[in-house]
């Protein structure tokens, strides 16, 4: 009979709706029941495409008797990270702070005041590694709660002023200048993987924001080891099995330090995070590598994430079926020499040179993950893209994995960017066009009659929680991207009502600080708050940049001194851990170079001239430049006010910290006053 979790709008949360678990979805009225038992809460947080997720759930919430224990001990709740990122914040903190570490499944148990008192991850079904078994652990906490009450109360009482105590000390401090920038650029330089590409050791994720500040660091002072660092970081995760050579897109991570085995689970968040940032390097550079990539990932987007009503889905699993009914991880993904043979032929030992396919394999079984390793030789082009095609339509009869199919207003903020600006730089009208539907998703179905934005949506039904500051930063991002390449201001607009929400319900009027959560959103044991990067830009630099950009757009002061208080955080963190807070840093890049304001005025939007003058200033690499473009009667833009044509020709002004340059008509000038 199925539990609480029925009638959830999450898919991770509907996979546990069947279990013998007595599942609660995190409420008000789970914590009146506990205090009604008086038994302690269960508090279980994870997200679909979690491997060891779903091993905890097979393991011990689909074992009958474990279940029974928990139903007959605890309350018990389980969390989608991914709707409520602020529930998994505030705890996960307290996991890192009393363990050193964290990650999901994150296991937690709480008073029926939710403060927590013990923590864990994932816990095996008998002891093993020197852990406790699930088991264990449960009567552990039991008898603590049952024998020593008091003592649970004195822990739980001590973490949750511990956590009070973290608070971020920011007092408005000056956003980063020259000398953070460079530091931050030099702590980098540290950490790079000369030999491999990236930063730091294994597991190795994709640096996609750290990416971004190196291209705009360069683009702004000429430093060729930060395009060095960047553009050799991207070939080498898109040479590796990081990438999926067949179908495009990116896993989540390495497991090794040389992009060779990934952890499968392909999301969406990261291939919109990279399909931007190999665009932005093609536009640098002009490398080919980085154009196949960016249309690539813009294509798997589109193809495998988006969903009926035109929004995107949050994740593949890395899980799927291996033929047998069993679910192993990377079964879609990896090959032997034998299964070559069987769909090539003749072609077989080319495919496993092209792929790096041995015998003794890269993965598990003797499977191999497919790469483009470095080698000598020239292949053949056509033989090489007939071997993908063969492969990719038999990997296409192997059992998919699961689809998380949530709509998540953040990450689609993020696939609303890249894919607009993708689409604009490479002729693709196809992808600014789902750009644009995506965003309209977001209009109709994620924000209410105030612009307040919902979390999430599935099936055309929007969730129940409030967005976080990431969502109303990185839609907004993705808002005023799609304004710049389609010249529609209605776009800028709701990025300005988004923004608004965030100078008055997620930002501190004394500091200037923001916080992850709105001034009005459901009280928890802590007002979460961070300003570092983790899988994506930290909502707080997400804001700043947002604001940063409208500012630009419309001369906004208040928008402006916004996003410069947040930036007060950059230049404690910056130099002092730069792999954690790329975006902040990117957005300060943006900051000292103005950012630059670029108008676009034509007869109308299907002259030709109009059109070069666009195309070449979204091609500028000038840090965080809008652009604007329109008639001169427009009044979709405040940039566009008062710029007339000039000798009745389409025309480009470029403005840039209260100083204007005279306007021209030559897109090769234009080229150059964007640093092109």
């Given at each position: 009979m199925p539990n609480r979790l029925a009638h959830e709008t999450s898919p991770y949360l509907l996979q546990h709706a069947d279990n013998p678990v007595d599942w609660w979805p995190w409420s008000a009225e789970a914590f009146e029941e506990a205090r009604r038992r008086g038994v302690p809460v269960l508090l279980s947080v994870g997200y679909s495409s979690c491997h060891w997720c779903h091993v905890l759930a097979r393991e011990s919430f689909e074992d009958e008797a474990t279940a029974a224990f928990m139903n007959e001990h605890f309350v018990s709740v389980?969390?989608?990270?991914?709707?409520?990122?602020?529930?998994?914040?505030?705890?996960?903190?307290?996991?890192?702070?009393?363990?050193?570490?964290?990650?999901?499944?994150?296991?937690?148990?709480?008073?029926?005041?939710?403060?927590?008192?013990?923590?864990?991850?994932?816990?095996?079904?008998?002891?093993?590694?020197?852990?406790?078994?699930?088991?264990?652990?449960?009567?552990?906490?039991?008898?603590?709660?049952t024998d020593r009450r008091d003592e649970v109360a004195e822990v739980a009482g001590k973490i949750v002023h511990d956590l009070a105590e973290r608070e971020i000390g920011h007092q408005g401090a000056q956003p980063p200048g020259e000398q953070e920038l460079a530091q931050a650029l030099l702590g980098l330089t540290r950490e790079y993987d000369a030999q491999r590409g990236g930063f730091g050791g294994a597991p190795k994720f994709p640096p996609s924001m750290v990416i971004e500040f190196l291209l705009r660091h360069h683009a702004r002072t000429g430093a060729e080891g930060a395009l060095q660092m960047a553009a050799d970081t991207c070939e080498r995760m898109a040479r590796g099995g990081l990438y999926d050579q067949l179908g495009g897109g990116f896993a989540r991570y390495s497991v090794d330090r040389d992009w060779t085995v990934p952890h499968f689970e392909k999301m969406l968040y990261d291939n919109a995070l990279l399909c931007r940032a190999y665009a932005h390097l093609w536009r640098a550079t002009g490398s080919e590598l980085a154009r196949r990539v960016a249309l690539e990932t813009a294509d798997f987007m589109v193809r495998e994430l988006r969903t009926e009503e035109g929004g995107f889905a949050s994740a593949l699993d890395a899980d799927s079926d291996d033929g047998t009914g069993?679910?192993?991880?990377?079964?879609?993904?990896v090959w032997t020499p034998a299964q070559l043979g069987e769909v090539l032929g003749a072609d077989a030992d080319l495919a496993a040179q092209y792929f790096g396919v041995t015998e003794a394999g890269t993965f598990e079984h003797g499977q191999s993950v497919l790469q483009l390793p470095q080698q000598e030789g020239v292949f053949d082009a056509e033989k090489?893209?007939?071997?993908?095609?063969?492969?990719?339509?038999?990997?296409?009869?192997?059992?998919?994995?699961?689809?998380?199919?949530?709509?998540?207003?953040?990450?689609?903020?993020?696939?609303?960017?890249?894919?607009?600006?993708?689409?604009?730089?490479?002729?693709?009208?196809?992808?600014?066009?789902?750009a644009v539907g995506a965003a309209d998703l977001l209009v109709r179905l994620h924000l209410d009659d105030h612009a307040r934005l919902a979390r999430t949506s599935r099936d055309g039904r929007a969730g129940a929680n409030a967005g976080v500051l990431e969502d109303y930063g990185d839609v907004a991002e993705g808002f005023l991207a799609l304004a710049s390449v389609t010249g529609e201001g209605v776009w800028l607009e709701f990025a300005g009502l988004l923004l608004d929400h965030v100078l008055v319900r997620f930002a501190d009027p004394e500091t200037g600080a923001?916080?992850?959560t709105a001034s009005d959103a459901e009280r928890l044991i802590r007002r979460p708050q961070d300003p570092t990067d983790?899988?994506?830009?930290?909502?707080?630099?997400?804001?700043?940049?947002?604001?940063?950009?409208?500012?630009?757009?419309?001369?906004?002061?208040?928008?402006?001194?916004?996003?410069?208080?947040?930036?007060?955080?950059?230049?404690?963190?910056?130099?002092?851990?730069?792999?954690?807070?790329?975006?902040?840093?990117?957005?300060?890049?943006?900051?000292?170079?103005?950012?630059?304001?670029?108008?676009?005025?034509?007869?109308?939007?299907?002259?030709?001239?109009?059109?070069?003058?666009?195309?070449?200033?979204?091609?500028?690499?000038?840090?965080?430049?809008?652009?604007?473009?329109?008639?001169?009667?427009?009044?979709?833009?405040?940039?566009?006010?008062?710029?007339?044509?000039?000798?009745?020709?389409?025309?480009?002004?470029?403005?840039?910290?209260?100083?204007?340059d005279a306007p021209t008509t030559d897109p090769e000038r234009l080229k150059t006053a964007l640093g092109g």
């Open positions: 389980k969390v989608d990270r991914e709707e409520r990122p602020d529930v998994d914040a505030v705890y996960m903190e307290a996991v890192q702070a009393a363990t050193g570490q964290g990650g999901w499944p994150m296991t937690v148990f709480l008073t029926p005041d939710a403060e927590p008192f013990y923590f864990g991850t994932y816990f095996p079904p008998a002891p093993r590694h020197g852990m406790p078994s699930f088991r264990q652990v449960l009567e552990g906490v039991r008898a603590a709660w069993k679910h192993v991880e990377g079964a879609y993904y090489v893209e007939s071997v993908k095609r063969r492969l990719l339509a038999k990997r296409a009869e192997r059992p998919a994995p699961g689809r998380d199919d949530k709509v998540v207003a953040a990450w689609n903020g993020l696939a609303v960017a890249a894919l607009a600006e993708t689409g604009a730089y490479f002729d693709r009208p196809d992808l600014v066009e789902a923001l916080y992850d983790n899988a994506t830009p930290s909502g707080w630099t997400a804001a700043a940049g947002a604001l940063l950009g409208y500012a630009a757009h419309t001369g906004s002061e208040p928008h402006r001194t916004a996003a410069e208080r947040a930036l007060g955080v950059v230049r404690t963190l910056g130099p002092r851990v730069p792999r954690f807070v790329g975006w902040g840093l990117a957005v300060a890049e943006a900051l000292l170079d103005g950012p630059r304001e670029v108008a676009i005025v034509g007869p109308d939007q299907r002259d030709s001239r109009t059109a070069v003058l666009h195309r070449t200033a979204l091609l500028g690499v000038a840090p965080g430049a809008v652009v604007a473009m329109g008639t001169p009667e427009s009044d979709e833009f405040p940039l566009l006010v008062g710029r007339p044509l000039v000798g009745g020709e389409a025309a480009a002004y470029v403005c840039r910290n209260f100083t204007c």
